[in-house]
C-alpha cells in the first residue's frame, strides 16, 4: 500500500475554530475550513505549449474524439460555486470555477450504453475512475478558470477536473483524456488505499478497514 494512506490514518485531528454555526452543516465529518488554496500532486507542475495541448475522448464510444483548446473554449462555459473537500482534512467553502460542464461535453460524443464509468487520465501518470452518473451532475465541470482567473499552473492549467461532492483527489489536474468504461477500475489512490467512490459526507476516505482519524498533513504544504 502507498504510504500516504497509512500516515494519514495515524495522524492527529486538528480542531476546528470560528465557524459560524450556520455553516457547519456544509463541513463533512473530519474535516477542517481553511481559507488558503493547499496545492496537492504527485510529480512536477507540466508545462504546455496551449496550440498542442489536446483532450482525448476514448473508451466505450461510437468515435474517438480529440478536442483542442481552442474547441473546448468555444463550447459554452458554466460557472459554479462549489464547496471542495480534501482527504487530507482541509475543505474550502465557495469556490468559484468556470469551464465546460461535463454534460455540455458528452453532447458532442456518441457514447455506447454499456458505459457506466469514466476513467480520468492526467499528466504526471495520474488518473482517478469515477461512475459515470457522478460526472453528470450540473456542478461538475471541466474547468479552465478559478476565481475568474484561468488556472495557475499548479492548480491544473490549462484544464482541470472538478467534482465537488467526492474527495478533492478526484478533481484531476492536467487533464488529458476521458475513457469512458463498461467495468470500474481504480485509478492511482484508489489502487493506493484511498477509497473507490470518495463521499466526504460518509467520511470514505480510505478502502480497507474504516479508520476515521483526522490529520494535519496538508498544513505542512504549499498554498496560496
Ligand atoms: N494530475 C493530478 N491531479 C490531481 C492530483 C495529482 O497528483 N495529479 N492530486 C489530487 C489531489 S490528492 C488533490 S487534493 C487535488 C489538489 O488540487 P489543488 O492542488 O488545486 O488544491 O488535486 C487532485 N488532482
Ligand atoms: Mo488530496
Not at 475568474?148 to 478533492?168: A, C, D, E, Q, S
Request: proline share 8%; hydrophobic share 35%.
Amino acid at each position: 500500500m502507498h504510504g500516504k494512506a497509512d500516515r494519514l490514518k495515524a495522524a492527529k485531528a486538528p480542531q476546528q475554530v470560528g465557524i459560524a454555526p450556520e455553516l457547519l452543516h456544509r463541513l463533512p465529518p473530519g474535516q477542517t475550513v481553511t481559507e488558503k488554496f493547499p496545492i496537492l500532486h504527485e510529480g512536477g507542475v507540466p508545462a504546455y505549449d496551449p496550440a498542442l495541448w489536446d483532450l482525448r475522448v476514448f473508451g466505450e464510444v461510437e468515435e474517438e474524439r480529440t478536442f483542442t483548446l481552442d474547441e473546448l473554449k468555444s463550447m459554452p462555459q458554466t460557472n459554479t460555486v462549489s464547496d471542495i473537500h480534501c482527504v487530507t482534512r482541509w475543505s474550502k467553502f465557495d469556490t468559484a470555477w468556470e469551464g465546460v460542464k461535463f454534460s455540455d461535453l458528452l453532447q458532442q460524443i456518441k457514447v455506447k450504453p454499456e458505459a457506466k464509468y469514466v476513467m480520468i487520465h492526467a499528466d504526471q501518470d495520474y488518473e482517478t475512475n469515477l461512475p459515470l452518473d457522478d460526472v453528470l451532475r450540473d456542478d461538475v465541470l471541466l474547468a479552465f478558470l478559478y476565481d475568474g482567473k484561468p488556472l495557475t499552473p499548479k492548480h491544473g492549467w490549462p484544464l482541470r477536473l472538478v467534482v465537488p461532492h467526492l474527495y478533492f483527489w478526484k478533481s484531476a489536474k492536467w487533464i488529458r483524456g476521458i475513457e469512458f468504461m463498461s467495468e470500474d477500475r481504480p485509478g492511482f489512490w484508489e489502487r493506493n488505499g484511498f477509497h473507490n467512490y470518495a463521499d466526504p459526507f460518509r467520511e470514505q476516505r480510505f478502502s480497507g478497514e474504516a479508520l476515521p482519524i483526522p490529520e494535519d498533513e496538508w498544513t505542512r504544504k504549499e498554498f496560496d
